[in-house]
């Protein structure tokens, strides 16, 4: 375990959560603030957790994936798109229909990641090009398809968008949610908690199984696994779409958790702020969502410092800019990538195609 | 395989022949991404036929359509040359569209406030240029960043782009929804005032909108190509791109050639803004430039990274999206289909082995390096 690297994670976080507190604490109790900054952080790194899983997969298997955005952009999308068409068409309950919604997102991400699979491990296309085919193509048929079945005349929901669902609901922890104040942090909405199980089912996964022994083996040396019997494509391959599935899980948080409605390109970098999170926390599950952490603490004091803004010091004016605010996972994110707390080692085969 | 004795024997027939050679897999690519396309246009319930009927008027259809798509095609050239040169120097810059923006706002702000606020004026003959330059200057300054994080730390220049896009992003927001908003009181849009006619491109043609940035954009291609195999410097950056451990070790400073690339990769995209300003909008606005670094990378991959195939991978694009506003007009797909058969394009360009499986094209170039894993 690398702890300077969590401590400085540690640190990042304690300086945001600081800096809110520090603004807000004339209105709202330290308390009440640093909860509720802890309730939106779990919250809002869901998709940069899940995003950052689906990029350890990959790598680990050897196969380099900048395509999570797209996935989790096209998971958003058809996942939405198949919870609406239950509810409205097919006359289900807001509940299945939601189920549904996230199950045709899962499917979304696998299938996008199979193509990715098919064009790095079968057609060894360089994978940072294959990465952007890929996020391009989910742009051009999410924004297609987003107008020609919501905003054209004579498609099927008749030239406007129908009512969504609504968003998945609140499940709370029995006894910790039932604490006071501090209870608000364990009650969260059901991907947050499947990203959180999946953190430690991945870390089980990869370091505790025979399948994440040959995962890893496909991804350091592929040709000393092939030699002992390790079936490298068929590893890459199913590796890469279970990495594409959580992705596309990741992209039901958009429009399915968060709020009820597709807008194009809502993603907005956060399938590369992940893949940040990702080399951040060295390629490994609890390291990546340390590091998700951060990125969703960066977003909570951007939502927090638009509650707090008349509260802003004049020496500290450039806070209510929230544009300037905005800046702060990008900003972090290139920071990390510098090394400076210490080098990121990838997996030793990441990127190579695997010939026999 | 032609034999040697024959290439030389006929030099034109050989180039020919080398042309077609190069423009094969790229036109299949693109015959294949039509086809798909029509059937997804089938699907939307129009007619495929039509709809590319519409598409070809709309782009070549008349002297009005033909400028239109040389307007169009002017920015995609830039771009796509930006992106390409960065490919050739072994980096991937994913990050024309933030350098774009701040071409744009950078010569917007030279075109209005010099005369405008500072109270500068000053002829055409220096306004333009200096407008044009100092917007390049800034795309190239913003490209160095990732350049230098690239070479000296290491930070991988695809994420750093991608994040600088989005810092350029929130602040050309800011710029122009506050220190740069056209302060007419009717305006609510985030948008620069218009610049002063002194730092206006002229037009080519009385009547269209075709103006000398097209003529620009064609002959910086042609510089690009002279610097990239003609000079020292284009030997360099191929020779880093290809091997930069070879690089290092002929002596060749790689360091500064990966910030050298970059700078220029991003003056190339601040010329796009810059030209889209002076020679087109006569304005900045928010927006505009949205897309345009990832239709950069389609341009430059199925040029093959060379300025004459960006060049002709461009005008292909701009007649895409040129002509797409007919075909709606006369199918009412909607115009976003284009990005469809455009990434599918990208695709069948990236992974050419498809093509080559589905038209029995045996394999003769090497592959070329485009980018490298994390690690490199």
């Known amino acids: 375990m690398d702890w300077r690297r969590f401590g400085f994670i540690a640190l990042i976080i304690a300086i945001l959560f600081s800096v809110v507190v520090l603004i807000g604490k004339a209105q709202i109790s330290p308390l009440i603030i640093i909860t509720s900054m802890m309730a939106t952080t779990i919250a809002v790194a869901t998709p940069l957790t899940l995003g950052a899983l689906s990029g350890l997969y990959c790598e680990r298997a050897g196969v380099v994936n900048i395509g999570i955005e797209g996935m989790m952009l096209a998971a958003a999308f058809f996942g939405w798109l198949a919870a609406i068409y239950m509810n409205t068409i097919f006359l289900f309950a807001p509940m299945p229909s939601l189920i549904v919604g996230v199950i045709a997102a899962i499917l979304t991400g696998g299938l996008f990641a199979l193509l990715h699979a098919a064009l790095s491990v079968t057609f060894k296309v360089d994978q940072i090009i294959g990465g952007t085919v890929i996020n391009i193509l989910a742009v051009g048929i999410t924004g297609f398809l987003n107008r020609q079945l919501f905003f054209e005349k004579g498609s099927i929901f008749g030239g406007n968008v129908p009512h969504a669902p609504g968003v998945l609901p609140r499940i709370d922890i029995p006894i910790l949610a039932d604490i006071p104040v501090i209870g608000r942090i364990f009650d969260q909405q059901p991907i947050t908690w499947a990203a959180i199980l999946l953190v430690f089912v991945t870390h089980i996964v990869l370091f505790y199984t025979r399948w994440g022994l040959r995962t890893r083996a496909v991804g350091e040396h592929p040709r000393a696994a092939d030699t002992v019997g390790i079936n490298v494509f068929y590893m890459r391959y199913a590796n890469v779409i279970i990495g594409g599935m959580m992705a596309g899980l990741g992209g039901a948080y958009f429009t399915l958790e968060s709020v009820p409605s597709f807008e194009p390109l809502m993603t907005n970098g956060r399938g590369f702020i992940a893949l940040a999170a990702m080399i951040f926390g060295n390629w490994t599950p609890f390291g990546a969502w340390a590091a998700a952490l951060v990125f969703g603490a960066a977003q909570a004091l951007q939502i927090n410092m638009q509650f707090f803004r008349e509260a802003i010091p004049p020496q500290l004016a450039i806070l209510q800019i929230s544009y300037v605010v905005g800046l702060t996972p990008y900003i972090l994110t290139m920071l990390i990538l510098t090394g400076i707390i210490g080098k990121n080692i990838p997996p030793a085969a990441d990127g190579q195609p695997y010939e026999k | ?376």
Do not use: C
Request: net charge positive; aromatic share 10%; glycine share 10%.
């Open chain 2, 1 to 376: 395989m032609q034999s040697s004795e024959e290439r030389f024997s006929n030099p034109i027939l050989g180039l020919l022949r080398a042309a077609a050679n190069a423009l094969l897999v790229p036109l299949l690519a693109v015959l294949t991404a039509m086809i798909i396309g029509g059937i997804v246009i089938a699907l939307a319930k129009g007619d495929p036929f039509y709809a590319y009927v519409g598409l070809f008027q709309g782009a070549f259809g008349s002297p009005k359509a033909l400028s239109e798509t040389a307007v169009w095609a002017t920015p995609y050239i830039f771009a796509g040359l930006a992106v390409a040169l960065a490919f050739k120097g072994g980096l991937f810059n994913i990050g024309a569209e933030g350098q774009l923006a701040f071409g744009a706002v950078m010569a917007a702000w030279i075109g209005y406030a010099l005369p405008g606020v500072l109270g500068i004026d000053l002829p055409a003959i220096i306004h333009i240029p200096l407008a044009v330059g100092l917007g390049a200057l800034t795309g190239a300054l913003w490209a160095a960043i990732p350049g230098f994080l690239k070479a000296y730390t290491g930070g991988h220049e695809v994420i750093n782009t991608i994040m600088m896009n989005y810092i350029a992003l929130n602040l050309t927001s800011f710029l122009l929804n506050a220190p740069m908003k056209d302060p007419n009181p009717d305006n609510v849009i985030a948008r620069t005032p218009l610049i002063a006619e002194s730092a206006r491109m002229p037009i080519i043609f009385e009547g269209f909108r075709l103006h000398w940035g097209f003529l620009l954009a064609l002959g910086v291609a042609f510089l690009i190509w002279l610097l990239l195999w003609k000079t020292t410097m284009g030997y360099e950056i191929r020779t880093v791109g290809a091997n930069p451990d070879a690089a290092k070790y002929a002596g060749i400073n790689v360091k500064r050639t990966i910030v050298l690339t970059m700078a220029l990769s991003g003056l190339l995209a601040g010329l796009a803004g810059a030209i889209e300003v002076t020679g087109l909008n006569y304005r900045h606005e928010l927006g505009f430039s949205i897309g345009y670094g990832f239709d950069a990378i389609a341009i430059a991959l199925l040029g093959k990274t060379h300025p004459a195939g960006v060049v002709l991978a461009a005008i292909l694009f701009a007649a895409m999206r040129n002509g797409a506003t007919r075909m709606q007009f006369l199918t009412q797909i909607p115009v976003d289909v284009i990005s469809v058969i455009q990434a599918l394009i990208l695709l069948f360009v990236a992974a050419d082995a498809i093509i080559r499986y589905i038209y029995r094209i045996r394999a003769r170039e090497e592959r070329v390096v485009l980018t490298r894993g994390w690690g490199g």
